[in-house]
């Protein structure tokens, strides 16, 4: 294809693979571990509301706005901006290392799943290497605080990636990703309807559909919507540089706005059926709720130890997916910023080389994840800057904290108010740009407001200004 010819770097063969990857991209730990416990933290169907409202408003005109940058320039998050405003530039480079300190730590996580596929496999064919009845939370506590198994696990989960990654769109991501996606979800509605069949389920699903604002009350509702704010960017991969990378590879003849609300949707999907198989399960066994981010990996699993026989099989089911998940959302993340450095490449007048730039970026999370892995989310007495208590806080700060909403109200601030309508001409390729009146007014008047009080509210999150 002719975009293959011009950017050296590799194109979607199909639509259908753009939209697989992209919603890869988006469904990942950020739905399926990070929506149901940030849930749980803020009220249930407050934090619901709050996210659905963000989705529409910001993270809608965000998704088209970063597909359309990418597919008119051609290029990854650094020369796009560049290409369309260099004073912006900077929100470049903003999402080019993003996606970097989010490997840092979605690595170690991602070694954690295979560490608990593997349980349950243990469990399930009596191998000997399960959980054998221990404690769930005792046992989460040895294994993060081992040393070299979790760190192996970390390694095993970086190399898969490498893997596909450096075989380019075609032939790696979108190969992977046309399988991977509609898997996930045929494994996620299994594991809903188990946690549906429950005794004492319907009270998980009150916590998640019926009106409940008590969470609100005083200045709760900035809590929530920082909590929503951030997880949406996560959740969507919006100023990770993996949109508007992705979006460089799309054909001209794909549909930018159906592509563009098809993927928020359907990563909203994803995160209620995810949030519908753990609180149903969590509400039915006793278990809290707001239990923040163990609840993945111990809530979750003394769930599938009191299910009996069938619990290692749900636990199986239920982990694979997460690792499918996992694995979609670290490709899109590393080649957000491998795209950035083959386009670099480029620049300086060389052949890119996908291998080196993979390879390097590879090196880079290698590093970082095993701060993070050794550190044991704070137990290893590993000093920690900026005053926080974990590397994890480190990354996650510099990532969700700081560049990706400050990337996105930047990106809002340029075609709100720099350059409006400067990729209304690329969506509408393809036929009548229905929403612009919409897309425009969001990027103009809402979004730049939700996005100032994210980034204040996510800042104070990390380092408490002021109590709320």
């Known amino acids: 294809m002719s975009s293959e010819k011009n950017n050296n770097k590799g194109t979607f063969n199909s639509n259908f693979g753009f939209l697989m990857s992209s919603i890869g991209s988006a469904v990942g730990l950020g739905n399926l571990w990070g929506f149901p416990y940030k849930m749980g933290m803020g009220g249930g169907f407050a934090f619901l509301l709050i996210y659905v409202l963000l989705v529409a408003t910001v993270g809608y005109p965000l998704m088209v706005g970063e597909i359309a940058l990418g597919r008119k320039t051609g290029k990854a998050a650094i020369q796009a901006f560049k290409r369309v405003d260099k004073r912006f530039t900077f929100t470049g480079y903003f999402d080019t290392v993003a996606p970097f300190l989010l490997i840092c730590f979605y690595v170690v996580f991602g070694g954690y799943i295979i560490k608990y596929f593997l349980i349950n496999l243990g469990d399930f064919l009596n191998l000997g290497f399960g959980l054998q009845g221990m404690d769930s939370g005792a046992f989460f506590e040895q294994f993060m605080s081992s040393g070299l198994?979790?760190?192996?696990?970390?390694?095993?989960?970086?190399?898969?990636?490498?893997?596909?990654?450096?075989?380019?769109?075609?032939?790696?991501?979108?190969?992977?990703?046309?399988?991977?996606?509609?898997?996930?979800?045929?494994?996620?509605?299994?594991?809903?309807?188990?946690?549906?069949?429950?005794?004492?389920?319907?009270?998980?699903?009150?916590?998640?559909?019926?009106?409940?604002?008590?969470?609100?009350?005083?200045?709760?509702?900035?809590?929530?919507?920082?909590?929503?704010?951030?997880?949406?960017?996560?959740?969507?991969?919006?100023?990770?540089?993996?949109?508007?990378?992705?979006?460089?590879?799309?054909?001209?003849?794909?549909?930018?706005?159906?592509?563009?609300?098809?993927?928020?949707?359907?990563?909203?999907?994803?995160?209620?059926?995810?949030?519908?198989?753990?609180?149903?399960?969590?509400?039915?066994?006793?278990?809290?709720?707001?239990?923040?981010?163990?609840?993945?990996?111990?809530?979750?699993q003394t769930v599938f130890q009191s299910m009996g026989a069938t619990g290692p099989i749900f636990g199986m089911v239920f982990y694979l997916l997460v690792l499918f998940a996992a694995l979609t959302s670290s490709i899109a993340m590393t080649e957000g910023a491998v795209s950035a450095m083959l386009d670099g490449q480029q620049e300086r007048g060389k052949e890119p080389n996908r291998l080196k730039m993979t390879l390097i970026f590879t090196i880079g999370a290698f590093l970082g994840g095993t701060l993070v892995s050794l550190d044991a989310l704070g137990s290893s007495g590993m000093p920690h800057p900026f005053g926080l208590s974990t590397w994890l806080d480190v990354f996650d700060l510099g990532a969700e904290g700081i560049l990706m909403p400050l990337g996105g109200l930047f990106f809002s601030?340029?075609?709100?108010?720099?350059?409006?309508?400067?990729?209304?001409?690329?969506?509408?390729?393809?036929?009548?740009?229905?929403?612009?009146?919409?897309?425009?007014?969001?990027?103009?008047?809402?979004?730049?407001?939700?996005?100032?009080?994210?980034?204040?509210i996510q800042l104070n999150a990390f380092f408490g200004f002021f109590p709320m």
């Open 149 to 300: 198994e979790p760190l192996i696990y970390t390694y095993i989960f970086l190399f898969a990636t490498f893997l596909i990654v450096v075989r380019g769109i075609s032939g790696g991501i979108e190969r992977f990703s046309n399988f991977a996606m509609p898997a996930l979800f045929v494994m996620l509605l299994v594991v809903v309807f188990r946690a549906n069949t429950l005794p004492g389920a319907r009270e998980g699903l009150a916590f998640i559909f019926k009106p409940n604002f008590e969470v609100f009350k005083g200045m709760g509702w900035l809590s929530v919507l920082g909590n929503a704010g951030s997880q949406m960017f996560f959740s969507l991969s919006l100023s990770s540089g993996a949109v508007i990378a992705y979006g460089s590879y799309l054909s001209k003849s794909a549909d930018i706005e159906s592509n563009g609300w098809i993927i928020p949707v359907a990563d909203s999907v994803v995160a209620v059926l995810a949030a519908m198989a753990v609180m149903p399960a969590v509400f039915a066994f006793g278990l809290e709720p707001g239990g923040g981010p163990g609840l993945l990996f111990v809530s979750l």
């Open 413 to 456: 601030i340029l075609l709100g108010w720099f350059k409006p309508g400067i990729l209304d001409d690329e969506v509408a390729l393809t036929g009548p740009f229905r929403s612009r009146g919409f897309y425009q007014f969001s990027l103009r008047w809402i979004a730049p407001v939700f996005l100032f009080f994210i980034v204040i």
